[in-house]
């Protein structure tokens, strides 16, 4: 079956398209096949940009406004799609869009006299299943959440299909605009994966970058390397309650987006710290806040025991282009005797990498087969996930 899976981050800055191959398993019990066969990425059109940011922000956007954007962003994954599927000269049988997040919380609130938790991803399934002319699945957190889940994360099912290996620990890394990491202890069965979200990865750097620079992102790394890290900023936020707590956890732009940003700049500048030394400082943050959850929950799920040498970290998404942010995350992980590596080293392009997911889990749901990974979600039960919409 020929699957697109499509994928638009936190970073809210473009479309990922990837298109696979996707077989049933070669044994019965064994793991679906998966075959990369294109992959494009296709950055937002800049006024897209600013809407679904300002999307992010409900009090600066109208109801009328979001319904629009639903309907124009499903215009957009068509076209990235199509363009995607020309390119690569191949007939979809099946397309999955996980949509672009605005808004998700995990834990609840009370809402009109009831505790309450909410997700919502925005992208109209109709206008992509009328376009392309095949089923189209999105829509796939909410059955998570409803089953107590945290909605996310939602890769380690791709993670454990395609780099469970029987001798050695891994750690899947996703530096996208959120850090997340999927840890998969060596030989181990689906319910012993831990994963979770430890915090922010690009998007507090790509905040101070505009705020600070003009810039969407810090290129390579190249501010933040030519700044100093005021470690005692880094330190009193790493003790704030998110980094804390115990996974299963997830979080967003509502923990981590445009508020949180101007905090630590202004406490930054409060200890007279430059503009490249905010920067630095960001990054740091994202470095060591995975570094720190790593030490706290995945080593001990990992296995005290087990000699460090067969634990490798993979790292996928966009921060794997930051120069500086992997420098730092080799060296910290060197001093615990564990290997990092990109993803491509392993045949998956980085940046294609939560596409294929969503590309192998639409794949799971046209097929009536569950796609959550409830130790990595916290959900009580494995769930079906998303919604079909036919041509």
Known sequence: MIVAGVMSGTSADGVDVAICRIATPAKPGGTPRIK???????????????????????????????????????????????????????????????????????????????????TWQIGEASVLAERLRVPV????????????????????????????????????????????????????????????????????????????????????????NRGTVLQDVVDAVLKEKFFLTAPPKSCGREEFGSSFASRLIEVCQAEAGSDKDIVATATALTVQSILSAYRTFVWPHLGQSAPLAETEVIVAGGGVKN????????????????????????GVPAQAKEAVAFALLGWLTWHRLPGNVKSATGAAREVILGKVTHP
Request: with cysteine; proline share 5%; hydrophobic share 50%.
């Open 137 to 224: 699945v999105s829509d796939f957190r909410p059955a998570d959440l409803a089953a107590g889940g945290q909605g996310a994360p939602l890769v380690p099912m791709l993670d454990y299909t395609l780099f469970r290996d029987a001798k050695k620990s891994r750690v899947l890394l996703n530096l996208g605009g959120i850090a997340n990491l999927t840890a998969i202890p060596a030989g181990a069965s689906i319910d012993r994966v831990m994963a979770f979200d430890t915090g922010p990865a690009n998007m507090v750097v790509d905040a101070a970058m505009l705020r600070l620079f003009g810039k969407k992102f810090d290129a390579n790394g190249t501010i933040a």
């Open 36 to 118: 990369l066969l294109h992959h494009a990425g296709f950055p937002y059109p800049k006024a897209v940009r600013a809407a679904v940011l300002a999307a992010m922000n409900a009090e600066s956007i109208s109801v009328a406004e979001m319904s629009r954007l639903n309907w124009r962003l499903g215009e957009v994954y068509a076209d990235a799609i199509e363009r995607a599927s020309a390119e690569a000269g191949l007939k979809l049988d099946l397309a999955a869009c996980h949509g672009q997040t605005i808004y998700h919380q995990a834990v609840a609130q009370t809402y009109l006299g009831k505790p309450v938790r909410a």
């Open 323 to 346: 120069k500086t942010m992997m420098r730092l995350l080799a060296t910290e992980f060197m001093a615990l005797g564990v290997q990092v590596s990109p993803m491509d080293d392993l």
